[in-house]
Structures are given as structure tokens and as C-alpha cells.
């Protein structure tokens, strides 16, 4: 944390992560982060090792207690140079999610006491995620072996793990959260999958290219 920063921006690329993809999204993250004032945090080591290696990002639970503001960016978005500071008068009392879904789509929660008390059932898509010191909870990593969870899949595979994760904690700690941030048309998700690296690079280059990046 720097001396003054109260904000900090985190962003989950190991190195392993699509080099190519990495080059051309983390600069315009990196931009924003100075551009707001923010810290820059690349989760780049592994320490939750038995876990999707999408559950990283709950690094932010123990690397982010220091600061006022959390905000979790995926390494495959492209960020427009107009992009705004998303923690400027935004309700401390409310985590900020670009999208949200009902998580019932993928999750079996019968029995499961967070959510039936919450009442809500909703899961937030953890691509843009962020949190304020007293939502920080929103992070907390699950207690147990990721076996333990395999059953809450309704498909039995884990890669949702992280996204039920911070559902479970907005359910469980009765946190509010509100819809997409404004000037959403400067967030562009790639959404890359392994597979389709050579689309994904051309995508993020004519993106990138239209923000004069």
C-alpha cells in the first residue's frame, strides 16, 4: 500500500495467463489504476494451489484489509481512457458488480442456510467486482477443501468456485449490492476461454485500437 493510497486495484494473471492478451489489457488497467489514484496489485503466485485457478482472486481478502476500496478487474478486459472513478461518491454500504444472475442457474442450494435466509439467491458475476471496507467480507475465502463444494455444481465442475464464493458471502453477511457502474461502455470483457487465443487477441487489439491505446 502507498503511503496515501486509500484504493486498490486487483488483477488475477499468473504468469502462465495468455501472454499476449496480458501485453495488451494490463496497460489500460494499469492506466486506470493511476489514473484514480490506486494501488496496483498483479496476483501473480498461486496460494490457494487445490483450488480453480480463478479462486486466486480471494487473495483480495487478506491483500486488500489495508485499503478503503477493493475493485477485482479480470486480466481479459480492455478499459476505455474515459473511464471514470467508480469509488467517487458510490454508497460504501453497497458492493458494485457489473452483472449479477440467479444462482440457482448453477448452484444446488437446497439446505444451503445463506441463501435461503438472504432470500435473494443471487450471484454476482465476479469479472468487476467492487467492495469497500465494510463489504470487504465479500472476500472471505470458503472454509474447507474444494471437494467439500464440488455437490454445490450442478454440473459437478469447480470453475464457478470463486463466483460462489463471493455469492455465498454476500448472502451469508446480508450485504447489499448494486447493478452495472456508469460509463459501462468503456469496460469491454473479452472473455477469454483456452482455446481461442488467436480471436481474443485480434478482439482485444481492435478495442484497444478504437480507445487510442
Not at 485499503?67 to 458510490?90: F, H, P, R, S
Not at 452483472?99 to 465476479?126: C, H, Q, S, T
Not at 476461454?193 to 487510442?212: C, F, M, N
Amino acid at each position: 500500500m502507498s503511503a496515501q493510497s486509500t484504493k486498490c486495484v486487483h488483477v488475477l494473471a499468473t504468469q502462465e495467463y495468455a501472454p499476449e492478451i496480458r501485453e495488451i489489457t494490463l496497460p489500460t488497467i494499469r492506466a486506470y489504476a493511476d489514473r484514480i489514484g490506486a494501488d496496483f496489485n498483479l496476483i501473480s503466485e498461486r496460494k490457494f494451489p487445490n483450488f480453480p485457478i480463478n479462486y486466486e482472486r480471494l487473495q483480495i481478502y487478506e491483500a486488500g484489509k489495508s485499503y478503503d476500496w477493493n475493485i477485482n478487474i479480470d486480466a481479459d478486459m480492455v478499459l476505455g481512457k474515459e473511464l471514470q472513478d467508480i469509488t467517487e461518491n458510490a454508497p460504501r454500504d453497497m458492493v458494485r458488480v457489473v452483472m449479477a444472475y440467479d444462482a440457482p442457474l448453477y448452484f444446488n442450494l437446497e439446505g444451503n442456510i445463506y441463501f435461503e435466509r438472504d432470500g435473494r439467491y443471487k450471484a454476482l458475476v465476479d469479472a468487476f467486482v467492487m467492495t469497500h471496507r465494510i463489504t470487504h467480507d465479500l472476500w472471505r475465502p470458503l472454509s474447507g477443501t474444494p471437494d467439500e463444494y464440488r455437490h454445490v455444481f450442478k454440473d459437478g465442475n469447480l470453475r464457478r468456485i470463486s463466483e460462489f464464493c463471493v455469492s455465498q458471502n454476500l448472502a451469508k453477511y446480508g450485504l447489499r449490492f448494486g447493478g452495472a457502474f456508469s460509463r459501462t461502455d468503456q469496460i469491454f470483457h473479452i472473455g477469454y476461454t483456452s482455446g481461442d487465443t488467436e480471436d481474443a487477441i485480434l478482439v482485444a487489439k481492435a478495442k484497444a485500437s478504437d480507445w487510442g491505446w
